[in-house]
């Protein structure tokens, strides 16, 4: 796999834990003076959406569901994933049953790897 900035957004928001809709969001916080800076890109979905497949594909980071906290077998993870129904927030989409994504005990070397490559170009 080759790692691009998009690689790198979704693994900073796996590092924290993210749900997958929030994965599209990015990432903002407040300057000194109180002005909202990017941290992060939003991304459009679909993007987004091939960088995770690419990272859980890779076993870089795992999908699982927010409720019982079970991790997804590759398969599952792929098939949440590619439903449109799970990139939309649970009021949204009526659903019960959701979907976060953290990076894995061995996605931390690909994450440092990722930050070594693109942490520069997003340091707000």
Known sequence: ???TPTHYVVLNLAID????????????????AGKLVEILPR?????????????VASYTVELYEQASLR???????????????????????????????VVSETGYETYNQAHSMFGKQFSG
């Not at 749900?19 to 000194?32: E, N």
């Not at 398969?75 to 994504?101: F, H, K, Q, T």
């Open 17 to 32: 834990e993210s749900s997958l809709w929030a994965l599209t969001w990015g990432a903002h916080t407040y300057d000194r």
């Open 1 to 3: 796999m080759q790692l």
């Open 43 to 55: 991304l459009a979905r679909d993007d987004a959406r091939a960088a995770l497949r690419d990272l």
């Open 71 to 101: 991790t997804l077998p590759l398969p599952d993870a792929l098939a949440a994933i590619d439903d449109d129904a799970n990139w939309l927030v649970p009021a949204e989409s009526g659903r019960e049953i959701w979907y976060a994504v």
